[in-house]
């Protein structure tokens, strides 16, 4: 004898129902078929929309009834095209009797907790009568039998107790005699003892399959639903979730009591005591294995064995002094949310006892509150406790294993992670029995909490990477690319998921939360949204997306003026852009603070050297307790190229307009001549090493002319390279006459820094620096005398962008 359920989806379409028929005809050749099913999918909560629509005297309900009653009439046509007539005769009559409910309930304005469950019952009874009817039209030996006549409850109407002495003995009558049919049963419908209709609580069609599988002690019961089995975590929200195949009755029962909803929590019940294993099946992929829940060993290394979630949660806290070494406050406040029928779904209390808080259905929160309010009216005016405190727009989620218990540091993994992807927690507790972690989170943070946990549990050896990306100039496309390129080796080989969810330019945006498709980018730029700044942030934040981080990659201070607002939303930030850093020191030091605070990191190494390990080497020698003694350092790449190529034969006007068309110098070149980059990058490596520095406190002797300096405008500027030509020939002459180069050098010395144009004479490591190179000596504790030095191209797009790159890999492997 076999039990097998259908959930709502499987019986939800024609197509689906004939794929549960010939499941059962193939049962059925060999064995007795005992099949329950639910109302087909959406039909229930349509009965008690229509329901609520009657009460509240809306007209729409007529609406309702009209979707209720075509999407049955449809899947009997098509599941008999030839012969429905009778089928749809008797469908017919029950929605007529279903129609006069509705409007019997319009008429007096009332949805009694009775009349609701006689309304949804017509769910069952027609997709009972429907499958049945079909069967036996196709010639399959079929019966239907109202399981109304089969399970006796109380009447606690919407969740009724079943009376398992009655029901027992009416499952084990009417199933006596062993015939080869199938038997389609209603589930969650049922009667009680005064012969009216109840019902067994919404999701309870898995229920009634335990309860008829444990009366006829079968050997496993089947639960076909539309997932492949019990999963690690909700499907629906995380996309990596997998189906467990072995899993306990415990752990089953602790899954879906916090909200794994492909099992209804009490179905265990039954079945555990007689050891019926449940197997749950995909009706839409029926080959997959499923689940098997059971008390068999279950050899598991892992010990967190599934996460589940419940939405919809109120906290209800009651806290106060007169409470503490007063017994009995606990007791009347269960008992008022008893006598409320209101179900508690979890508790925690300090050790204090100074407050006691309770997680409730958010629909109940009201209720709760006016009653616990009235039972506590005394103590709240004698000011010994406070009136209850509801807060709402909660969930739970849980973190569910027997194996939890022999395991260390569970909690710590589950609260860190977390706690680093901001999401806050609002109570916590844990069972004595450890066998599950429970925590309340704001809602909106639900399902990055279950894929963050999910990581940390179950794809421990993977890490996802959400990047946005603002500025896809020529440094930013190069990052783009290799980001495109290198997706594969990062997942194969660091075990790194790096995905771009966002990227702006200045006009336009695109987000994609499965992340943007890298193949044609900028065709899916050029057809985004309009750009700003704020909108670019509030999209990054309100996607509330686990190991965000956004980069900059503009040298706009209007952007840098937003690190902060992502740190304090726990995005890290990576940024070539130097502003932020070299800014005021005080903001300097709050996005440090707040770096440290929100657990986001902020890292800027493209700042000094392009992709030059320059900071991080840094940042290195001081964590390890060296002390920077001195830095000398040239650092830019414009300078050193416009200094390599100026000579005599040669003019500083066009060498310095060669700079600027081959992407050595800003647009404004006065920017690199001036000396305020290279003053900005030692003040950053100043700032690392320990120091508290200003721009301002940095000498800054410029080589320009008097004139050059004056310039107001670009043009002028350029204007005086030409009529001052002999003084940039003077510096030259002087140079060579000294047998020196010249070169532009920042220093770091004793807490001082400066930044100077100067000759360096032959043998000095920076006599033969070529091209657009960079150098940086360090003089430390531990390199007194021959400094660490570090050296290599300082400029240029691929390798500022792969300078970028590292940073965020560098994020992925905090
Ligand atoms: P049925 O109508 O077949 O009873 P339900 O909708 O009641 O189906 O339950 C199946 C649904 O449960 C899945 O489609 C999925 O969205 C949801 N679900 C939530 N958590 C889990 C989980 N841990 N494993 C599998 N499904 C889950
Ligand atoms: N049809 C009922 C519900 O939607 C019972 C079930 O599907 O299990 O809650
Ligand atoms: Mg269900």
Known sequence: MKVLKFGGTSVGSSKNINKVISILENYGKSDTVICVVSAVGGITDKLLLAGKQAQNKEQAFLNTFNDIKEKHIDIVKTLNPENSASILNEVEEKLNGLKSLLEGIF??????????????????????????????????????????????????????????????????????????????????????????????????????????????????????????GMYTTNPKLVKQ?????????????????????????????????????????????????????????????????????????????????????????????????????????????????????????????????????????????????????????????????????????????????????????????????????????????????????????????????????????????????????????????????????????????????????????????????????????????????????????????????????????????VACNKIACSSDFENYKLLKRLSLKYNAPLLFETNVGAGLPIIDTLNNLVASGDKIHSIQAVLSGSLNFVFNNFNDQTKFYDVVKQAGAEGYTEPDPRIDLSGVDVARKILILARESGVEMNLEDIKNKSFLSEAGLKSDTVDDFYETLIADEAHYQSLYASAKANNCQLKYVAKFDQGKASVSLQEIPEGHPFYNLEGSDNIVMFYTQRYPKNPMIIKGAGAGADVTASGLFADIIRIAND
């Open 107 to 228: 008429l007096i304005n009332e949805l009694s907790p009775k009349t609701s469950d006689k309304l949804v019952s017509y769910g069952e009874l027609l997709s009972s009568y429907i499958v049945a009817e079909t069967m036996k039209n196709r010639g399959i030996s079929a019966e239907r039998k109202n399981s109304q006549e089969l399970i006796v409850t109380n009447s606690n109407f919407t969740k009724a107790e079943v009376d398992y002495k009655a029901t027992n003995k009416n499952i084990q009558d009417y199933f006596k005699s062993d015939s080869k049919t199938v038997t389609i049963l209603p589930g969650f419908i049922s009667k009680s003892k005064t012969g009216e209709i109840t019902t067994l609580g919404r999701g309870g069609s898995d229920f009634t399959a335990a309860i008829v599988a444990a009366a006829l002690q079968v050997e496993q019961l089947e639960i076909w639903t539309d997932v492949s």
């Open 241 to 573: 979730a997998y189906p467990i195949d072995k899993i306990s009755y415990q752990e089953a029962m602790e899954l879906s009591h916090f909200g794994a909803k492909v099992l209804y929590p009490p179905t265990v019940q039954p079945v555990l005591s007689l050891s019926i294993p449940i197997h749950i099946k995909n009706t839409l992929e029926p080959e997959a294995a499923g689940t098997i829940i059971s008390n068999d060993e279950v050899t598991s290394t892992k010990p967190v064995k599934g996460i589940s979630n419940i939405s919809n949660i109120a906290l209800l806290t009651l806290e106060g002094s007169g409470m503490v070494g007063i017994p009995g406050f606990s007791k009347r406040l269960f008992e008022t949310l008893s006598q409320e029928k209101i179900n508690i779904i979890m508790i925690t209390q300090a050790s204090s006892e100074h407050s006691i808080c309770l997680g409730i259905e958010e629909k109940d929160a009201e209720n709760a509150k006016v009653a616990i309010d009235a039972v506590f009216e005394n103590e709240i005016a004698l000011n010994k406790i406070e009136p209850i405190i509801v807060e709402t727009g909660l969930s739970i989620i849980a973190l569910v294993g027997d194996n939890m218990k022999n395991h260390q540091g569970i909690s710590g993994k589950m609260f860190s992670s977390l706690g680093k992807n901001n999401v806050n927690v609002r109570a916590i507790a844990q069972g004595a029995s450890e066998k599950n972690i429970t925590a309340v989170i704001a809602e909106k943070d639900v399902k990055k909490a279950l894929n963050t946990l999910h990581e940390q549990f179950f794809e421990s050896k993977t890490k996802q990477l959400n990047v946005f990306i603002t500025g896809v100039g020529n440094v930013g496309e190069r990052l783009v690319e290799q980001i495109h390129q290198q997706k594969k080796f990062l997942k194969d080989n660091l075990k790194i998921k790096m995905r771009v969810v966002g990227l702006s330019n200045s006009r336009k945006m695109i987000f994609a939360e499965e992340g943007i498709d890298l193949t044609n980018w900028k065709a899916q730029l050029e057809e985004g949204e309009a750009a700003t700044l704020q909108g670019f942030f509030e999209k990054t934040k309100s996607l509330n997306l686990r190991n965000s981080i956004f980069v900059d990659v503009t040298a706009n201070k209007n952007v840098a003026d937003l690190y902060a607002q992502y740190l304090r939303e726990s995005i890290g930030v």
